[in-house]
């Protein structure tokens, strides 16, 4: 069975602390994986990543992709409290428009 | 920047009533998904649309469940007869001709049935 497990499922954190989420996933022929930032409301694309290795970044958020090991992280350095949120990681397979999604770790950054 | 919008916010309904929920995706994009979320647990998907006939729907969407796109801008998610166990937050969300595989989120209508 496809799942998508992420780690860990809170954390809390002072500002200006680097933060690294974990995304791990076992997904029948991976195509991409979708890294969410969800407030109240609609969660906000982040990042697709697709090729391991390759480093996605905008601002102080950036993503990897390991397809050997099954997983990837999202960094967010320098962190403000505005970044206080649900990050969810969203894994799709081959030949389907369907993601799975992981159940998010919350992150608080406290002033 | 354009977004995905949907209405209502909030929906409570009786059980057994039907409800439609209604989603404008962002004007240029040419697939539409509904997820959901029960309070608590995962996001979960419910259908993909595409070229106005479903591409794909998950063992959740049952006969009771069906979409349209009745115009230009509009794309509904319907439950005939809604059961308490429908009560969710139902996000609609988009992606363009040529990125199906990033699919932007609206914010939801969280669907109470009593």
């Known amino acids: 069975e496809d799942k998508v497990v992420q780690s860990p499922l809170s954390l809390v954190v002072h500002e200006g602390d680097t933060v690294t989420l974990n995304c791990s996933y076992e997904?029948?022929?991976?195509?991409?994986l979708l890294w969410y930032k969800q407030e109240k409301k609609a969660p906000t694309f982040l990042f697709m990543l697709?090729?391991?290795?390759i480093e996605k970044k905008s601002g102080r958020l950036s993503s990897i992709l390991d397809k050997k090991e099954l997983f990837s992280i999202l960094n967010i350095t320098a962190t403000q409290t505005g970044d206080s949120a649900v990050y969810l990681c969203?894994?799709?397979?081959?030949?389907?428009?369907?993601?799975?999604f992981g159940t998010g770790t919350r992150l608080k950054v406290l002033a | 920047e354009p977004e995905v919008t949907q209405t209502p916010s909030h929906q409570v309904t009786q059980m057994g009533q039907e409800v439609i929920l209604r989603c404008v995706p962002i004007?240029?994009?040419?697939?539409f998904y509904w997820y959901r979320q029960i309070l608590g647990q995962k996001v979960e998907f419910l259908v993909s649309?595409?070229?106005?006939?479903?591409?794909?729907k998950s063992e959740i969407f049952d006969d009771q469940f069906s979409v349209e796109r009745p115009d230009g801008s509009n794309f509904t998610l319907k439950i005939r007869s809604t059961k308490l166990e429908d009560s969710a937050m139902y996000f609609c969300?988009?992606?363009?001709?040529?990125?199906?595989?990033?699919?932007?989120f609206g914010p939801g209508t969280r669907l109470t049935v009593t």
């Open positions: 969300a988009s992606s363009e001709a040529g990125r199906p595989y990033e699919q932007y």
């Open positions: 997904v029948t022929n991976f195509r991409s």
């Open positions: 697709t090729s391991s290795g």
């Open positions: 969203a894994v799709g397979g081959l030949g389907t428009y369907k993601y799975i």
């Open positions: 004007s240029n994009h040419l697939y």
């Open positions: 649309f595409y070229n106005n006939e479903i591409s794909e």
